[in-house]
């Protein structure tokens, strides 16, 4: 089946410094790749996704880049706020009809912003 | 407001003792999934079920089950807990069964086995 990795599994940053999770990924046929957000004592929340037709896609101050032929896709959040502090997940879904919307999640990347 | 409940929120149980936790969403959505986030794992799906009486085994669906006896509702099931199944439970649902349909994720259940 299909595995994601994530990396780093913790990042501290400065605020208004940038940050950078990488995640990469196994199965070629993976045509979805959503990040998700989680604070602290909270539900996991979707803040972006890219399909694999896409090379980028940009929201505000958070950008997603995929790598088809490196399988390998990233988040990157730029002038970090301390409400960026949580821990981000990547995820990527395969098409199989039988499996629906099933999603793999990476092991997840603890964020922390210092003032 | 649309959205994903569960219960109970926080649980502490005894190894052996059956539990339900119940999960119901009101957004007429097909899809629906449970997951369980242990640290460093990330979430792992446990079951999920495509529609009204159609479900199917995720990657750890060891010492679970679930029911889709109606749309809204997807209960997990514990028969027979024991201290590995001690961690953060999430129910999720989609629109869809396929299309590029976000996931709306529950508040979570922690569970505890002693």
């Known amino acids: 089946g299909e595995n994601v990795e994530q990396h780093p599994s913790t990042l501290s940053v400065q605020e208004g410094d940038s940050a950078v999770i990488k995640c990469t990924y196994s199965d070629s046929a993976s045509n979805y790749f959503p990040w998700y957000k989680q604070e602290l004592g909270k539900r996991p929340q979707l803040i972006i996704d890219?399909?694999?037709?896409?090379g980028e896609k940009k929201d505000q101050r958070i950008a997603v880049t995929l790598n088809k032929t490196a399988k390998h896709f990233s988040l990157h959040i730029t002038e970090t706020q301390p409400e960026d502090s949580a821990v981000y997940f990547c995820a990527s879904r395969v098409m199989i009809k039988a499996a629906g919307n099933k999603l793999t999640f990476g092991g997840g990347t603890r964020v922390l912003v210092k003032p | 407001e649309a959205q994903v409940t569960q219960n109970p929120r926080y649980l502490i149980t005894v190894t052996g003792k059956k539990l339900t936790v119940t999960c119901s969403q009101n957004m007429n959505h097909e899809y629906m999934s449970w997951y369980r986030q242990d640290p460093g794992l990330g979430l792992r799906q446990i079951y999920y079920s495509m529609n009204v009486e159609v479900t199917d085994k995720g990657d750890v669906p060891e010492g679970y089950k679930v029911s889709r006896k109606e749309k809204r509702n997807f209960p997990l099931i514990l028969e027979s807990p024991s201290p590995n199944q001690t961690s953060l439970y999430f129910c999720?649902?989609?629109?869809?069964?396929?299309?590029?349909?976000?996931?709306?994720f529950g508040p979570g259940t922690r569970l505890t086995v002693l």
């Open positions: 890219i399909r694999s037709n896409v």
């Open positions: 999720a649902s989609s629109l869809g069964t396929s299309g590029y349909n976000e996931q709306f």
